[in-house]
């Protein structure tokens, strides 16, 4: 297993990772308690007064689809659309990207004490383009401090997934590491910091 074990779950950085689903709940209105941390951080992603920066995966746009959307803070998806170009660089995978994407959704990735019968986890092909994405603005463009945010915890289906597998946790996939401690993938989307879009305490009050 990568002993790799985030040390906290707030975000301490000005640069930024949007997973597709933190935008879209932000769309929605559904939130919850990480509401005004978001607001915060798309506010100070724009204007003269800029803090923060934030990229996206294209396929985030992909992602968008109309039926998961509900007209209120934007009147449409284009709206939605118009607005994410705004306040983020999008970036569209290289080839090299694709190939991790690729290793990535290949793997079985699975608990060091999985019980008898348990299901290993396996990434989708949206996730493994957003982390393969993120890896390279971290990696390729340089952005040490990239946290990438997301609420993802696993908990989706999907049906791309192979038969004997179960969606991965992005927020936890390294305790999902078990026999991949030689894995340069795995090891470089551990090395990702993976949070929710919380901001700590010191930065909610600047």
Not at 130 to 149: C, M, N, Q, T
Request: glycine content about 6%.
């Amino acid at each position: 297993m990568v002993d790799l074990t985030l040390a906290t779950k707030l975000s301490t950085s000005l640069n930024h990772f949007f997973d597709t689903n933190v935008l879209l709940r932000h769309a929605n209105d559904d939130s919850g308690h990480e509401a005004q941390d978001i607001d915060k951080i798309l506010r100070e992603s724009v204007g003269p007064g800029k803090k923060r920066n934030i990229w996206i995966s294209s396929v985030l746009l992909a992602e968008l689809r109309p039926s998961n959307f509900v007209p209120g803070k934007f009147e449409s998806v284009d709206d939605l659309g118009a607005y994410i170009r705004s306040v983020a660089t999008v970036v569209t995978p290289d080839f090299a990207t694709m190939m991790r994407v690729a290793r990535l959704r290949d793997l079985k990735w699975c608990r060091p004490n999985s019980q008898a019968g348990e299901k290993a986890r396996q990434m989708t092909l949206g996730d493994a383009i957003h982390i393969a994405s993120a890896i390279w603005v971290k990696e390729v463009v340089g952005v040490k401090d990239l946290e990438f945010l997301t609420f993802d915890d696993g908990k989706s289906d999907s049906d791309e997934l192979d038969p004997e597998s179960k969606s991965l946790s992005l927020l936890r996939l390294e305790d999902y590491t078990d026999g991949m401690a030689g894995n340069a993938d795995v090891r470089a989307a551990v090395m990702l910091r993976r949070i929710k879009p919380i901001l700590s305490l010191q930065q909610s009050f600047v």
